[in-house]
């Protein structure tokens, strides 16, 4: 069982910069990935970027550029830098950790952070 608390939603102006961290209850070494979500107002759940175990990252186009991924093993957090936010980019944004089990691959998440984009 992995419990993960995600911090740093709030307001921001178009334009504006938050950054979002989440916090896992284990060892983040253990966790093949982890990544951000985010799901908007009468949207599904999109990725939003990931980042394995390896370091190798991956980012929504939209992302691409302006968001930036990292894992802190030390803290066992996983944060999401987002820069030149737009009005577009307001959502509930989730954690999410992929583990590999022998038994399968198992998805656990984060009850969510709201962000919004709005002057």
């Known amino acids: 069982q992995v419990q993960l608390v995600e911090s740093g939603g709030g307001l921001v102006q178009p334009g504006g910069s938050l950054r979002l961290s989440c916090a896992s209850s284990v060892d983040i070494k253990s966790i093949y990935q982890l990544g951000w979500y985010r799901q908007g107002p009468g949207n599904v759940r999109r990725p939003v970027a990931t980042i394995r175990n390896t370091g190798g990252t991956d980012y929504a186009k939209s992302a691409e550029g302006r968001f930036t991924i990292t894992r802190d093993n030390a803290k066992n957090t996983v944060n999401l830098q987002m820069n030149s936010l737009k009005p577009d980019g307001t959502a509930v944004y989730f954690c999410?950790?992929?583990?590999?089990?022998?038994?399968?691959?198992?998805?656990?998440w984060g009850q969510g952070t709201p962000v919004t984009v709005s002057s």
């Open positions: 999410n950790s992929e583990l590999i089990y022998s038994s399968g691959i198992k998805n656990y």
